[in-house]
């Protein structure tokens, strides 16, 4: 089944009035409180920075053992770098035990640090060192073009958030101003034979931070969303669109009034291209270390009480990624 996918224009937003701002605030609203998924066109990203983001990517992904090796992350639980098939299993931070995911990815923080940090934590975890690989020659480059692109991008979209929930449209701006978002680039490898019995290239998960701008693939499949009627939904890539999905915090600043939908990469048949190889892209926008994220006084109801206890997005951030490790085999 293919859902029927709503598609927001930044650009025209951006350029409205505040009674219409209001009017297209009121739609993003309703779609995520009913699905946490939408596709995000009009965005600005220049062509040339996709583009070189994506081949930069997939060069790498086609380059030798050795330089995958090169910048691969020193040991499990470090963040950046590569990570190397079958070395993370994503439902198990919904407390489910699969075999582990068939990926790989390279992976890569914030470009900076921000003044005044010095939280040994958040210095030894978001805001360790990328690994850069050797080849191919600019991936550096433009890899930080596109993060760049991406942390405009999400900061753009957390203004229309603020405005779908009836907030001032830069509320959201002191807990985001030294994001520690993360990108990584996937690659689903050509498969030569069939997953183990519940194994897929990307197990049921919801994502962490605040939202998640996906880049997939061109006339790919497998990526499905859980439909509130416990349905499996395809979603489709979106020429000239990313797909934005609402992540945890989010769901938690609104108190489940906005939803951080399930999420996985299934195996399509073979008729189907199961077997193929797919890549794509995911910035994971993540408010600032010490955000402090705790229920929206414009999302309680009248007697209502919140569902969760406050949380810093850090914190909350690694507990999650180091509960998806797969320990490698002594």
């Not at 994001?179 to 050509?190: D, F």
């Not at 499905?224 to 797909?243: K, M, N, R």
């Not at 609104?254 to 890549?279: C, F, I, K």
């Not at 009248?302 to 320990?327: I, N």
Request: a negative charge.
């Amino acid at each position: 089944m293919t859902a029927s996918f709503p598609v927001f224009d930044l650009a025209q937003f951006e350029s409205a009035d505040q009674t219409a701002k209001a009017r297209e605030g009121r739609r993003i609203d309703e779609i995520c409180r009913a699905a946490g998924f939408l596709a995000v066109s009009g965005h600005g990203v220049p062509e040339t920075t996709i583009r070189s983001a994506w081949e930069a990517a997939r060069a790498f992904f086609d380059s030798s053992v050795s330089n995958k090796a090169g910048a691969k992350a020193p040991y499990d639980g470090y963040p950046y770098g590569y990570l190397g098939p079958e070395l993370e299993a994503l439902a198990k931070s919904k407390g489910e035990d699969t075999p582990p995911d068939l990926k790989e990815s390279f992976n890569g923080g914030p470009l900076k640090v921000p003044p005044g940090m010095e939280d040994p934590d958040a210095l030894a975890f978001c805001y360790a060192r990328t690994i850069w690989p050797e080849k191919p020659d600019g991936f550096m480059d433009a890899w930080t073009a596109y993060y760049r692109a991406m942390e405009d991008l999400a900061a753009r979209i957390m203004r229309v958030f603020a405005v779908a929930l009836e907030l001032p449209e830069d509320y959201f701006e002191p807990f985001i101003d030294a994001p520690i978002s993360a990108l990584r680039a996937l690659n689903y490898p050509e498969q030569s034979v069939s997953p183990k019995p519940g194994q897929l290239r990307a197990g049921a998960h919801t994502d962490y931070g605040s939202l998640t701008i996906l880049l997939p693939q061109e006339g790919s499949r497998g990526l499905e969303i859980l439909a509130p009627d416990g349905h499996w939904i395809s979603v489709p890539p979106v020429p000239g669109a990313f797909v934005i999905n609402i992540g945890d915090l989010m769901a938690r600043w609104t108190n489940d009034r906005w939803v951080s939908t399930l999420h996985r990469v299934v195996n399509p048949s073979a008729e189907e291209g199961g077997m193929m190889r797919r890549q794509s892209f995911a910035f994971f926008h993540q408010p600032n270390w010490p955000a402090r994220i705790e229920c929206l006084q414009s999302c309680l109801g009248a007697g209502e009480q919140p569902k969760y206890e406050p949380v810093l997005s850090g914190p909350y951030l690694m507990s999650k990624f180091k509960a998806t490790t797969v320990p490698k085999a002594s």
